[in-house]
């Protein structure tokens, strides 16, 4: 009973942590990045099929910061929760129980979605180093990165929550 | 107007000398080796196995098996080394002052040690 | 047609809001005039050569990193916004203090340090044809604008990232062979604020005026650029 409050705290801070870290980029992006203005002409701007799609490359930065930040805050949770199983394998299971809640699970799915962008994009990076491609193969990478994601997203949404929602 | 272009397409061949850093080879190594640890770890944990069924039970049998032994802790030491490398320059980013900077990056080292520490035990403890 | 146009003011009691008569082709300096013109005598912008050498009239036109005087309206354009360059302190309304930018552009010795003997001596010769003019001749015509470096999300202050424009210079000399600070260069390229702090951004190939591409230039350096002793 015990561990689970514990373990709710340090979900709430980490996701506290997570949503300060993507104000602080956000605030920096303000600041410093002299490239966008979120609304009507950015969603008209994405959908332009010129060298404007150089537009993509730089949500797709601040995405892989943010969603990198958030996998290893998560990480560190996970560490912790894990390692309550060398205390006593009964405490581990008593966090282990709020794993499988519904909220929960909608965050696991969250979760998916930021590491397999992180990761995919992470290989479009590695890709655009080693084959020196230039911005518009660039681009192009990250339509597929984009749409990769959001396969792998979906599907991994539906086998989680399926067991909780029905099954 | 159009912008006067001096866009030669030339592939030069400049003398192939090292690609970036020590840092950069890291985080870009330990990123394509967790790509596959990572998200395998997610597959097995969240999608093959149901996660209500991954309790204690579940690890014991999981971690009595050399490989999973051995991908969790390749995964934990890789991940901790790709957080320390990477954020250095997001700390620099946001941290625009010299001893800022020192103070934070000396923490985010501490809590990885921390972190590095806590897995390693309870994995060498589980595996026996 | 009138344009509407949308102005960041220092001044926020200042009018920010302007309806301007277009023709075409129109550039964007033009409607900075017209409006300084007719409307608002005080608005505070740059320029000076009004064709794209100069690199003074850096502004963000939509959210983009441009040139005033080198960005035309589209025939069907409506609404216009625009606002200083990012990442450096703002004077006044569309002025900017550049002074981040060369800091950046002064800290990799952005010019040719001969070697001793050859001060006094033969002319360099490097035919127009050579391997060496081939790699630098893309990356030579920078006007130090500073698009690129209010585009990039990373470069600005009150970081200490040398920048697009800094990197490519510093690409540039490295790859010159009658430099001879080139040692130097490379320490800082590959030094905390050098080429490991891009993240593949590309705002700065996507904005420069002049059709350069300095996100080529920084995966060039990553790679070593030219070998010298």
Redesign the interface.
């Known amino acids: 009973m015990i561990a689970q409050l514990v373990f709710l705290a340090g979900f709430t801070v980490v996701t506290a942590v997570i949503i300060a870290f993507t104000g602080m980029v956000a605030v920096g992006a303000r600041r410093t990045d002299g490239g966008t203005h979120v609304g009507a002409v950015l969603r008209s701007r994405l959908a332009r099929r010129s060298y404007d799609r150089g537009e993509g490359n730089r949500w797709a930065f601040y995405a892989h910061r943010v969603s990198g930040f958030a996998v290893f805050a998560f990480l560190a949770l996970h560490i912790l929760d894990v390692s309550a199983y060398a205390w006593s394998p009964g405490m581990y299971d008593d966090v282990h129980e709020l794993y499988s809640t519904v909220p929960m699970r909608v965050f696991e799915c969250g979760l998916l979605a930021a590491l397999a962008f992180h990761a995919l994009n992470g290989l479009r990076l590695v890709a655009i180093d080693v084959w020196d491609v230039g911005p518009v193969g660039a681009a192009r990478l990250l339509d597929a990165v984009a749409g990769l994601t959001a396969v792998l997203t979906l599907g991994g949404a539906v086998v989680i929550m399926w067991p909780a929602l029905g099954g | 107007?159009e912008?006067?272009?001096?866009?030669?397409d030339?592939r030069?061949?400049?003398?192939?000398?090292?690609?970036?850093?020590r840092?950069?080879l890291i985080i870009?190594g330990t990123?394509?080796l967790?790509?596959v640890l990572?998200?395998g770890h997610?597959a097995v944990t969240?999608?093959v196995n149901?996660?209500?069924q991954?309790?204690?039970?579940f690890?014991?049998r999981r971690w009595s098996s050399a490989l999973w032994v051995v991908w969790d802790g390749l995964l934990?030491v890789t991940?901790l080394a790709h957080?320390g490398t990477?954020?250095v320059?997001?700390v620099?980013?946001?941290w625009?002052d010299p001893a800022g900077q020192r103070r934070m990056l000396a923490a985010l080292r501490g809590?990885l040690l921390v972190?590095l520490v806590?897995?390693a035990?309870?994995l060498l403890?589980?595996a026996g | 047609m009138t344009l509407l146009v949308r102005v960041a003011r220092s001044d926020p009691g200042a009018p920010a809001e302007f309806r301007v008569e277009t023709f075409h082709p129109m550039t964007v300096l033009d409607v900075l005039l017209a409006i300084q013109r007719e409307h608002e005598p005080s608005l505070g912008f740059r320029f000076s050569c009004r064709v794209a050498m100069c690199g003074t009239c850096t502004i963000r036109v939509d959210g983009r990193s441009a040139l005033a005087c080198q960005t035309v309206l589209p025939e069907d354009a409506t609404r216009l916004r625009l606002d200083p360059a990012a990442g450096f302190p703002v004077v006044r309304d569309l002025i900017t203090d550049t002074t981040p930018f060369w800091e950046q552009w002064a800290r990799i010795t952005p010019y040719v340090v001969p070697a001793d003997d050859a001060v006094g001596g033969e002319p360099a010769v490097i035919p127009p044809d050579s391997a060496e003019r081939e790699a630098i001749d893309p990356a030579l015509d920078c006007i130090q604008c500073g698009a690129c470096f209010s585009s990039c999300g990373i470069a600005g202050q009150p970081r200490t990232f040398l920048g697009p424009a800094a990197l490519n210079r510093a690409l540039v000399l490295i790859q010159d062979s009658r430099d001879t600070a080139t040692r130097e260069r490379r320490e800082l390229v590959a030094g905390a604020d050098g080429v490991d702090r891009c993240h593949y951004i590309y705002g700065c190939t996507g904005s420069c005026p002049k059709g350069l591409d300095p996100a080529r230039s920084i995966r060039r350096l990553r790679k070593g650029g030219r070998d010298d002793g």
């Open positions: 107007m912008p006067t272009t001096t866009r030669t030339t030069t061949r400049t003398r192939p000398g090292r690609i970036g850093g840092s950069f870009r990123g394509v967790l790509a990572a998200l997610f969240h999608l149901d996660v209500a991954t309790d204690a039970t690890i014991a934990l991940a957080v990477a954020s320059a997001v620099r980013d946001y625009t809590l972190l806590i897995g035990v309870t403890f589980a």
